[in-house]
């Protein structure tokens, strides 16, 4: 109730009596009704149109003319609104009659009592906006009410519901009328379990079940029933029905959008795989021969092969770099957790970069903190893999000056160290609005970027996410022709056995170690063939050949073999089903070292190849050195069986 009321229902009289000497121009010759209308000491002659608004004066002198007209049948009761003189209303309920008439049969005086009933009045309309609001929100949010007596049987349907159903307002419901309108079967039977779990066990249903409405349309609701118990029986059941058709539908779109990017993730997936196959065979061919040729070249063919061979590599470089990307996007990439040397792995990366920094006359300098844990357990291939990829760029960019990678200590407990990384040079910088831009997915800083230094925009892309995965930010402070500095944090986890300076990740082996060892090679490509058997031979070893899965098959029941190089794709039988045809003989073969030559990308092929029971994979085109260590390790492991 409004403050401004407080006055006059809790400190004036509530009820009184009146006098109207109806031939006069005072509308009230009552101090009780002058007090309460708050008039007292105003000195104000009352007038009708002082007190009460216009338009109620015109309904009052319409009910006054019937009573008069009719005064024997109809007494004078009338609700009246009056103004009070601080601008509020002030609503009586006056009763009354004509006390004395003229000689003509004119009223002259009427008198009669009154009841302040301002506060109910005020009560009743904030009820009525209660009920409005609420009729008009559920209205909005499409929720109808309803109610079950279950000893009178009598049902309540709100507008809502009615309209959710489909039926008139003037339709009446009853027990068993919601029913009807569920669709048959299983949406029936599940609101029926839920109704008699209520007025059975006393348990709140609430399902999202069908309906089918007068007109025939499928409506799905939200149906609520809580039932209400007393002396330990159900006697009434009360609730909702909501039309969540709409929900319903923005769900069922929502599922067949993710059904559908899902299935053109696994459609570019397949695509980058099927492609990066058709590339990679020919690729194979390309660096493996280049490989034997820069073995012994005429003096007028290195150059040209040089060339060759950094081209074809740089290719093999932009097809790793899409493929990571895919990887990444579809959350397929895995990180290895193996102890590695960290300042080896960074003088590595160091001597690996030294030779562009050098043709550029570029000084590069490795600064590594003395204090850093040398043992690391994590990923360096990985790590190897951003760092690389920053120093790449970093010389690429840089026409003179020098470039610096930095390692620092920030600080370690017991099992962790956080260390800092930094790539910085002296370059041709990134404008300030450039900066996030480069690191966006095919994206330079511009196109003249890309003209004159090549690339394609993927690189720092990757290390960014990379780094992320490995729970870090990398940043960027750079100015035109300032050079850039790229850095970021990670926490390390510490190796087991910090007191090793190095980690012996391969068998020392000999160059004549292969010598006389029997391979056989499982693959229907004759380049890859050619190029395979030609480095297996080179180092000393016997190379049989099959076409295809099944002709490996029965070759390995004819001869003692060391090792099996397995194609994965080829006719008549496949790698995997040649693989697990091999195992199932038993005995020596299930030891037998089968390692996968796969030019294929997609990105579960490491799990299914080793799933399927081969030892290990390897990626076309191969690097020579990559395949002669991996034969020498499962040859020793062979012998030591």
């Not at 002030?90 to 009659?97: D, R």
């Not at 029905?241 to 993730?265: G, Y």
């Not at 920030?410 to 996030?436: C, L, M, S, W």
């Amino acid at each position: 109730m409004p403050n401004r009321y407080n006055s006059i229902l809790n400190n004036e009289p509530q009820t009184g009596y009146w006098d109207w000497d109806m031939t006069g121009v005072e509308p009230f010759d009552n101090p009780g009704i002058t007090e309460l209308l708050g008039y007292t000491g105003t000195n104000t002659r009352l007038s009708w149109s002082d007190i009460i608004p216009e338009d109620d004066i015109a309904i009052l002198n319409r009910h006054l003319a019937e009573h008069i007209s009719n005064v024997a049948k109809k007494p004078f009761i009338q609700e009246i609104r009056f103004r009070h003189f601080n601008g509020s209303f002030v609503y009586l309920l006056c009763t009354g009659h004509v006390n004395y008439w003229g000689p003509e049969g004119e009223p002259l005086h009427m008198s009669g009592s009154y009841i302040n009933v301002t506060k109910q009045i005020e009560t009743q309309k904030e009820l009525l906006m209660v009920k409005d609001f609420l009729s008009k929100t559920n209205e909005a949010a499409r929720v109808g009410g309803w109610q079950l007596d279950l000893e009178t049987g009598k049902v309540i349907w709100t507008d809502v519901t009615r309209q959710i159903f489909g039926v008139s307002n003037d339709y009446e419901p009853t027990r068993g009328s919601s029913a009807s309108f569920f669709k048959e079967g299983h949406d029936r039977e599940i609101l029926l379990q839920g109704f008699r779990n209520a007025v059975e066990k006393g348990i709140t249903y609430d399902l999202e079940l069908r309906v089918i409405n007068t007109r025939g349309e499928q409506v799905w609701t939200r149906t609520i029933g809580h039932p209400e118990f007393e002396d330990g029986r159900c006697v009434r059941l009360y609730g909702i029905f909501q039309d969540i058709t709409v929900r319903k539908q923005n769900e069922e779109a929502l599922v067949r959008a993710k059904e559908q990017a899902e299935a053109a993730v696994i459609a570019k997936s397949q695509f980058l795989s099927v492609m990066s196959h058709e590339i990679r065979t020919p690729m194979n061919a390309v660096i493996g021969f280049t490989n034997l040729l820069l073995q012994n070249p005429r003096p007028d063919q290195q150059e040209y092969l040089n060339v060759l061979k950094f081209s074809a590599e740089n290719l093999m470089v932009i097809i790793d770099d899409i493929l990571d990307v895919n990887k990444i996007e579809a959350g397929k990439i895995e990180f290895e957790q193996d102890d590695f040397n960290l300042k080896e792995l960074l003088d590595n990366i160091q001597a690996a970069q030294c030779q562009a920094a050098d043709e550029k006359d570029i000084k590069f300098t490795l600064n590594f903190d003395s204090n850093i844990p040398l043992i690391i357990n994590g990923d360096q291939v990985r790590l190897g893999q951003i760092l690389n990829n920053l120093l790449s760029n970093a010389i690429k960019f840089t026409q003179q000056g020098e470039v610096t990678l930095s390692c620092k200590l920030i600080r370690q407990d017991t099992h962790k160290a956080n260390v800092y990384f930094e790539v910085k040079d002296t370059g041709i910088g990134i404008p300030k609005d450039k900066q996030e831009y480069v690191f966006e997915i095919f994206s330079q800083a511009s196109t003249s970027t890309t003209r004159h230094f090549g690339g394609t925009g993927l690189g720092l892309a990757i290390c960014q996410r990379l780094v992320n995965l490995m729970r870090g930010e990398i940043k960027l402070e750079s100015a035109p022709g300032q050079g850039s500095c790229f850095y970021f944090e990670l926490e390390l986890q510490k190796g087991k056995n910090q007191e090793s300076n190095t980690i012996k990740s391969k068998q020392t082996v000999y160059p004549d170690f292969l010598k006389g060892r029997k391979a056989l090679l499982v693959e229907d490509n004759p380049i890859n063939v050619l190029v395979a058997r030609r480095f297996l031979e080179k180092w000393g070893m016997l190379c049989d050949v099959a076409e295809n899965g099944q002709i490996g098959v029965d070759m390995i029941q004819l001869k003692a073999y060391d090792l099996v190089l397995m194609d994965m794709q080829m006719p008549v039988m496949d790698g995997y089903e040649a693989t697990a045809a091999i195992r199932a003989f038993g005995g020596r073969y299930k030891k037998l070292p089968i390692i996968a030559l796969t030019a294929s990308a997609l990105l579960d092929m490491k799990d299914k190849i080793l799933a399927s029971g081969m030892d290990d994979y390897i990626s076309k085109p191969f690097k020579p050195e990559e395949l002669y260590d991996k034969i020498c390790l499962y040859v020793s492991k062979q012998q030591e069986v």
